[in-house]
């Protein structure tokens, strides 16, 4: 975006009456709905598929392919979508082009990767659940609960590789696996030099330990995990970020594997007082809008702030690579909104339920406790979100579009199968067993209390 570009960002004024029209709006505008197709992507289908094809229909043709066809099926789409002719030989990565990848690296970047993944792996090692367990005296009998947790066997990683290569992706998803003990760990990236023929993607994947990783992108990456194909074990989860038909695909085989969540843009909303500075806040709000779709959001109650902002934007967007991508998508999908106070300000952000919220204030604890909905939060002026995105510990895998009212940010708790354990003895039995008969007669299951009954009645005999 050039000095001249006037930025038109949207300007919400909630002292003006309601702004719950243009927040829905917004709020929409984040939420990937998967049944929009710009003119140039139908003419694209209709070259694949011979017709046009909305993208969750163009995502349903390629699951169903795959779970049919197995790897031909994937072979195939990434012959015709990314122009790549790989062989059941090929599509995955060789040992010695994981070593040959870590030798081409800087040993800086190699040390950074060490650091980050000791940071992810110190923080995420800390959030593991522990095994409970009660013990409960009963009628002269123990009974022994106990709450389990194993690691998955088996998860699949989907690492992004069109526009740009995600080292960070790999350790902010594959490092809380690990952690959690999960032993066989399986990672997807395009077969792009972006991808799976990127040296820095790969030394980061052998520096940590991972051996698995195939070059395939796409629905048919998300499918091949999901259903399994020759070459490639199905998994039990599919954790990481993607474009529109990952995501897509993901909701489509969530029932067959888990899932992490439906991601959509990346986003960010920073509540700001009098003390923030404008081109702190500028600078945050371009850091998502340069995901190029991604939404920069500010919330204050501070007036001078808002043009501010908007002149700290300008000048910024005029300078970086980005610009141009940041700043459209800041119109598209950001906002600088002026509320009536901190507490409307807090009100508002809980409605958004933002990807990251940035506390940009010096005594960010009063707001952090007005807080509920926030998938990832940063506290204070020194704590950009490039912090949480690259080497915090936290991992960077979010909720979004919203869903941060009810989803979590990825975890080393969700690679983790938890299971109850229940141990009675024949006392402890006797003394449970009134009330299973009674609950068991109110709903009719009278095998449930022939149970209980017939362990006791053969103790009598």
């Known amino acids: 975006m050039t000095e001249t570009t006037t930025l038109n960002i949207p300007f919400i004024d909630c002292r003006q009456g309601s702004a719950t029209e243009l927040f829905q709006q917004l709020r929409d505008k984040l939420s990937p709905r998967g049944d929009v197709v710009s003119e140039a992507g139908r003419q694209r289908t209709i070259e694949l598929f011979g017709e046009a094809l909305s993208p969750r229909e163009v995502v349903q043709r390629i699951c169903e392919d795959v779970r049919e066809k197995g790897l ?120 792009t030099d972006f991808g799976g023929y990127n040296d820095d993607m790969l ?86 809008a340069e995901h190029s779709p991604g939404s920069g959001v500010l919330i204050t109650w501070h007036q001078p702030l808002i043009e501010q902002v908007r002149a700290a934007l300008q000048t910024q967007l005029a300078k970086l690579q ?65 912090l949480g995105d690259y080497i915090a510990g936290p991992s960077h895998v979010l909720p979004t579009g919203g869903t941060a009212r009810f989803a979590n940010g990825l975890a080393s708790t969700d690679f983790m199968k938890r299971s109850s354990v229940i141990c009675y003895d024949q006392a402890a039995l006797e003394g449970d067993a009134k009330s299973v008969r009674l609950i068991a007669e109110k709903e009719g299951l009278t095998a449930h209390s022939a149970s209980v009954d017939i362990r006791l009645n053969s103790t009598e005999n």
């Open 72 to 191: 031909d099926a994937v072979l195939d789409y990434t012959a015709r979508l990314d122009g790549k002719q790989l062989t059941p030989g090929t599509i995955r990565v060789r040992p010695e082009e994981f070593e040959a990848a870590t030798k081409a690296v800087s040993p800086e970047f190699l040390q950074t990767v060490r650091r980050i993944r000791d940071n992810v792996t110190e923080f995420q090692a800390a959030v593991l659940p522990v095994d409970a367990k009660v013990t409960r005296s009963l009628n002269g009998g123990t009974v022994e609960l106990r709450q389990r947790h194993l690691p998955m066997k088996r998860v699949g990683i989907c690492v992004p590789g069109g526009a740009a290569a995600y080292p960070s992706t790999v350790l902010m998803t594959a490092v809380p696996a690990k952690t959690a003990g999960v032993p066989e760990i399986a990672i997807v990236v395009p077969p």
């Open 203 to 288: 030394a980061t994947c052998h520096e940590i330990g991972i051996t698995e990783v195939y070059r395939v992108g796409g629905a048919q990456a998300v499918a091949a995990m999901a259903y399994g194909v020759d070459g490639i074990d199905r998994v039990d989860k599919i954790v990481g970020p993607g474009n529109l038909f990952v995501a897509l695909a993901k909701q489509r085989v969530f029932g067959d594997v888990d899932i992490d969540s439906i991601a959509g843009p990346s986003e960010v909303i920073v509540l700001a007082d009098e003390t923030a500075r404008p081109d702190f806040i500028a600078a945050d709000l371009i850091s998502q």
């Open 322 to 386: 980005r610009g141009d991508l940041a700043g459209r998508c800041l119109e598209d999908y950001g906002a600088l909104i002026l509320a009536r106070n901190a507490d409307e300000a807090a009100e508002l952000t809980d409605r958004l339920a933002p990807e990251h919220l940035h506390i940009s204030m010096d005594d960010a604890e009063s707001m952090l406790s007005k807080i509920q909905n926030a998938g990832a939060i940063f506290m204070g002026h020194f704590t950009p979100v490039a």
